[in-house]
């Protein structure tokens, strides 16, 4: 089975850019016992895959230079040496940026799509729904009437992580780059209120406006200046999950922001950063829970798809420039 795949072609040095990715055409290997063919249906971009292309260490292997780039995959099963899988099975496994793959079974679990779309696995019910899960279960923690800000709210984490919080009756704030995604967060997913930080002057200002109760939990999934003016806004005992820092995985020197702690230290705040993979003992209980939300209607979602294998690049690049409401996705015929 011929194949093509996208290599990472070289480091970037700040913002990726064509230069960073390679399409290889490659023949697969036959296929061996317990292995199955996939063929790729919906390819999932995420802000992470920008942190393993720099060649340091972290809390996940970085991508090698020339080796297909691999992420969340839901394919298609084509062919298969196992009796666990059949044709015609949809899963979902990490794996190769490639429309064809081979791939051992035990490293695929199967996934239902009759229910839901397809998608759904790489977004509310994948990782992004389980790390919103326990972001704000877990480390947030918000008691009704509490006021919890979420920052990139709008994206595959922070729609999730914003509606759980309406679950446990908070009163919640999301912080996203454009007025229609904060009539979105508002209108569809049931976000108290929103704020355009691209439109803001005085950040600090208006997060006081908008929360006057002030701030006990802040679901962080960008860093920067928002986190800044987010800081200077947290009530006494409140808590930050702190789940990403977007705005600075392309900064090729990590700039300076105030000195937080005295803050953190006056205001008895929590700060917890976290990876999903903690909580993997965990993830069956949530996964069943978030899927009864999603079906029982409780939890909406949204995805950003792009058709065209060719395009994974151009989806990935749209994750720093704010082009995805929801869960990116490049989906392939
Ligand atoms: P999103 O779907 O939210 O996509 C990224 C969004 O970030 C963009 O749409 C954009 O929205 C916003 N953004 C991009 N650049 C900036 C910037 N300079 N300043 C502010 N906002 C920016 O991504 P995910 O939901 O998949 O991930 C959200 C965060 O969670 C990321 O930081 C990611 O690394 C982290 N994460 C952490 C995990 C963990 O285990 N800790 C697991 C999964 C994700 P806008 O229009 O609002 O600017």
């Not at 394919?75 to 190769?96: F, H, N, Q, R």
């Not at 049931?190 to 929360?211: H, Q, R, S, V």
Request: aromatic share 10%.
């Amino acid at each position: 089975m011929k194949t093509r795949q996208f290599v990472l072609a070289s480091r970037p040095q700040g913002l990726p850019s064509s230069e960073t990715f390679r399409i290889e055409n490659i023949v697969l290997n036959e296929l061996k016992d317990n292995e199955v063919l996939l063929k790729s249906w919906y390819i999932s971009v995420d802000p992470y895959m920008r942190g393993r292309m720099n060649d340091v260490k972290s809390y996940a292997a970085s991508f090698e230079v020339g080796i297909p780039i691999k992420g969340s995959v839901v394919a298609k099963v084509i062919e298969s040496k196992t009796k666990s899988l059949v044709k015609g099975d949809i899963v979902t496994g990490y794996l190769p940026w490639a429309e064809y793959c081979n791939e051992k079974a035990e490293n695929l679990r199967k996934v239902d799509t009759r229910t839901v779309p397809p998608g759904y696995y790489l977004g509310i019910l994948g990782m992004p729904g389980l790390t919103a899960y326990f972001g704000i279960m877990d480390i947030g923690k918000p008691k009704t009437g509490e006021t919890v800000v979420i920052s990139g709210a709008a994206g595959a984490v922070g729609i999730v992580a914003g509606q759980i919080a309406k679950t446990q009756g908070a009163w919640v704030v999301g912080i996203t780059g454009s007025d229609d995604k904060c009539k979105l967060l508002k209108e569809q997913f049931g976000f108290d209120e929103a704020l355009n930080y691209k439109n803001t002057k005085n950040l600090k200002k208006a997060i006081a406006e908008i929360c006057p109760k002030g701030v006990d939990v802040y679901y962080d999934n960008v860093g920067g200046e928002i986190t800044d003016a987010v800081i200077a806004n947290l009530n006494f005992h409140s808590r930050i999950a702190l789940c990403g820092q977007i705005s600075l995985y392309n900064s090729t020197r990590i700039p300076m922001g105030p000195a937080i702690l005295p803050t953190l230290l006056t205001r008895s705040v929590k700060l917890q950063g976290f990876i999903v993979g903690n909580y993997a003992d965990h993830f069956e209980e949530a996964r069943r829970q978030l899927t009864k939300w999603v079906i029982d209607g409780t939890l909406k979602y949204t995805e950003t798809i792009i058709d065209g294998f060719d395009k994974l690049p151009e989806a990935f690049l749209g994750l720093f420039a704010g082009k995805n409401q929801g869960k990116m996705l490049i989906k392939i015929e």
